[in-house]
T-cell receptor, first 111, second 114 residues
Framework: SQELEQSPQSLIVQEGKNLTINCTSS?????LYWYKQKYGEGLIFLMM?????EEKSHEKITAKLDEKKQQSSLHITASQPSHAGIYLC???????????FGSGTQLTVLP | DADVTQTPRNRITKTGKRIMLECSQT?????MYWYRQDPGLGLRLIYY???????NKGEISDGYSVSRQAQAKFSLSLESAIPNQTALYFC?????????????FGPGTRLLVL
């Protein structure tokens, strides 16, 4: 969706490196969701951010919400091959709790 | 056992055929959704249902119909399949609780229309 832009579209990193994926909304954010998708599988919920400045972590994955910039970033520390997959952000723009999704970031982690 | 299941997982059909994709959930959620995923376009909402008697069109409902047979079941039909409906289809559920809802996704159905 053009309402939600993810960058980069794809990312290849060496195992052990840190990386950041960004999600920028053109509309006000009421909630921002991060999901991970492995090939041939469904979306796995990672975390949800709601308040400006909020930061959440799950294992080595940290997500932050910058409400002013209407942007969220997902940061992976010391990446591992198990982190590989497609990361999608989903935004609640206040429309009857429907989510708008970004086009995804394809992450490859080289061993 | 998975909370959200989809059948079939893979399907090949021909142009003009009618097919149905099924979704079942054991999470007890009231809200169910159907999305399609295409490369480079992310997920797009086809239809959603907030309870058994409620059906709403999403962003791209043309060429699709749905049926909410029970709280736990939400099926998607392609009345006359066409090749540009080739995609990965996801069902999702959520529950009304608090100020935000998390959607939980099924494993997806990969559909190829020849």
């Amino acid at each position: 969706s053009q309402e939600l832009e993810q960058s980069p579209q794809s990312l290849i990193v060496q195992e052990g490196k840190n990386l950041t994926i960004n999600c920028t909304s053109s509309k006000t954010l009421y909630g921002l969701y991060w999901y991970k998708q492995k090939y041939g599988e469904g979306l796995i919920f990672l975390m949800m951010l709601q308040k400006g400045g909020e930061e959440k972590s799950h294992e080595k994955i940290t997500a932050k919400l910058d409400e002013k910039k209407q942007q969220s970033s997902l940061h992976i520390t010391a990446s591992q091959p198990s982190h590989a997959g497609i990361y999608l952000c989903g935004a609640d723009h206040g429309s009857a709790r429907q989510l708008t999704f970004g086009s995804g970031t394809q992450l490859t982690v080289l061993p | 056992d998975a909370d959200v299941t989809q059948t079939p997982r893979n399907r090949i059909t021909k142009t003009g055929k009618r097919i149905m994709l099924e979704c079942s959930q054991t999470k007890g959620h009231d809200r169910m959704y159907w999305y399609r995923q295409d490369p480079g376009l992310g997920l797009r909402l086809i239809y959603y249902s907030f309870d058994v008697k409620d059906i709403n069109k999403g962003e791209i409902s043309d060429g699709y119909s749905v049926s909410r047979q029970a709280q736990a079941k939400f099926s998607l039909s392609l009345e006359s399949a066409i090749p540009n409906q080739t995609a990965l289809y996801f069902c999702a559920t959520s529950d009304l609780g608090g100020s935000q809802e998390t959607q939980y996704f099924g494993p997806g159905t990969r559909l190829l229309v020849l």
